[in-house]
């Protein structure tokens, strides 16, 4: 009686199943050959018109490209480990940018005296003040006689240079119109050279052998020993 039971259980299973099966499946029909594995791919366009999708397939030529550039960027990494690293780094220094302002040197000109024969003291000195506040470099390739050697007064001694042939060539000052010594105003000059030319001036008597018409001459040899700079040589046109 138990078997009886039981199969009868079982049957009522098995058509209750079968009906909510069916129920869920919505009475597909068998399947008339067996499925594929996966389902079947289909390639559209944008404006969805099939394809064929082996054209989205990349290339043989693409993957051998990702290949070699993959193989670079490690050969690139290779070299920071190495000494070919270092002759592939470029130690430029990084520009900055201008600040509008031009470099000094840029800005100053050169002022060149090949022979100043001297003149009125007022004169020059007001020359090479306007000189002095240009901020040009000085040049003197030849002689700078009497007044012209006033110049020491007024142009700093790092805007001088002396070419070989250049001279300073000192006498006591005269009256223009009288042209009687001068020797209180030729002091004053005196006092405001650079030391070094004073102390030459000094040994060679000033100022009581200087006269109104000879000259004691200071050669370019001797202001270079004395720490003037000698001028580099001149472009031959």
């Known amino acids: 009686m138990k078997k009886t039971l039981l199969a009868s259980v079982a049957a009522l299973f098995l058509v209750t199943g079968t009906a909510h099966s069916r129920e869920w499946q919505g009475n597909m029909p068998n399947p008339v050959g067996k499925l594929p594995s996966y389902p079947p791919v289909v390639c559209v366009t944008t404006n969805w018109t099939p394809e064929p999708c082996k054209n989205r397939q990349p290339s043989v030529d693409m993957f051998e490209g990702m290949s070699k550039a993959i193989e670079f960027f490690k050969w690139l990494e290779w070299t920071k480990t190495n000494w ?7 130690y430029k220094p990084v520009a900055k940018p ?4 031009w470099p000094t040197r840029l800005r100053q000109h050169v002022t060149v005296l090949y022979h100043e024969v001297g003149g009125l ?9 306007a000189l002095a506040a240009s901020g040009d470099d000085v040049e003197i390739r030849g002689r700078c006689i009497s007044a012209c050697t006033t110049i020491m007064a007024y142009v700093p001694t790092e805007k001088i240079c ?3 042939r250049a001279t ?3 006498h006591m000052g005269r009256d ?3 042209q009687e010594p001068m020797p209180e105003w030729t002091e004053v000059m005196f006092n405001q050279f650079p030391i070094v030319i004073r102390t030459w001036l000094r040994n060679k008597g000033w ?3 200087a006269t109104v018409d000879d000259y004691w001459v200071l050669t370019a040899e ?4 004395m720490g003037y700079r000698k001028c580099k040589e001149e472009r031959q046109i």
Do not use: A, C, Q, Y
């Open 84 to 90: 070919l690293g270092t002759v592939m780094v470029d």
């Open 222 to 225: 001797e202001l270079w020993v």
């Open 121 to 129: 003291w007022d004169k020059h000195i007001e020359r090479w003040s």
């Open 176 to 178: 223009p119109r009288t």
């Open 207 to 209: 100022i009581e052998k």
């Open 168 to 170: 300073l060539e000192f």
């Open 98 to 101: 201008w600040n509008g302002v």
């Open 162 to 164: 002396f070419d070989k």
